[in-house]
């Protein structure tokens, strides 16, 4: 297994980020911290999530992105190209997550002992790491998003698996998943879009390609005050009327 985690303007808790996964670090589980130059102050010419970082973690577990241009699909894909030589397509997977995930590792051995071994396989989320430090309102948005992705997510990703069909032209998260290397390698995140993962995944549900839902759970966080909170669900919905638009 390979973990990605980009990690973008994230000093304050990436410090328990490399805490939390140091947990599951093996000869069969690696860990990959993706920063960039994007951070880069022009105040004190400082990366302060990279130099948090080198401190806690062996600079060959840091990949940092070296140009401006930035979002995470642009950190991903140079991730991705800079491992292509180090992997075997068929046996490895790799697993994205933000910086403030918290997933249950006791989803690695269901995957070891999955008798189907999917290609792709998507955990849900359970938003709530900061819910006793946010507004009424904002944990109203955690309870919502938490309803979402065991209401909805789960029933729509498990229809089109067990079926083998395209019931439902169903998005995935990019963070939460474990995708085989060969596929991961063949189809590269998409970097047209703000919202990469929803496109990413419409294209991978046209070629036919189906995750696995899993009752294993990232625990996270939602946006800390009203105006983020917007701001995060309007790109979302800004993201899916590009992709109609665009293509």
């Known amino acids: ?18 805490s939390y996964f140091k947990k599951i670090e093996s000869e069969n589980v690696e860990i990959y911290y993706i920063t960039t130059n994007k951070e880069i102050s022009k105040i004190s010419w400082k990366n302060d999530t990279l130099e948090i970082l080198s401190q ?19 950190q991903l894909n140079y991730a991705i190209k800079c491992l292509a ?9 790799f697993w994205v997550f933000d910086a403030d995930s918290r997933p249950d590792f006791w989803v690695l ?19 709530n790491t900061n819910y006793n430090k946010i507004s009424n309102i904002c944990k109203a948005n955690a309870v919502l998003q938490t309803r979402r992705s065991f209401y909805f997510e789960y029933d729509k990703l498990q ?15 990019w963070h939460w998943l474990f995708i085989r290397w060969d596929l991961l390698w063949k189809y590269l995140f998409s970097e047209n879009s703000i919202t990469e993962d ?7 549900c046209l070629k036919w390609f189906f995750a696995k839902p899993l009752l294993y759970y990232d625990y996270c966080s939602v946006p800390n005050n009203l105006t983020t909170n917007i701001k995060q669900i309007s790109s979302w919905f800004y993201g899916q009327f590009e992709i109609i638009i665009n293509n």
């Open 56 to 74: 806690y973690v062996d600079n060959k577990y840091i990949i940092d992105y070296p140009f401006i241009k930035w979002d995470k699909a642009c």
């Open 159 to 173: 229809k089109n698996n067990k079926s083998g069909r395209l019931k439902n032209l169903m998005y995935l998260i």
């Open 85 to 93: 030589w180090k992997y075997d397509g068929k046996y490895t997977y």
């Open 198 to 204: 929803i496109y990413y995944w419409y294209q991978l």
């Open 1 to 18: 297994f390979v973990f990605l985690i980009p990690a973008f303007k994230e000093s304050k808790i990436i410090k328990e980020t490399v």
């Open 109 to 127: 051995n269901y995957i070891n002992f999955d008798k189907d071994r999917e290609p792709l396989y998507q955990m849900l989320s359970v938003y």
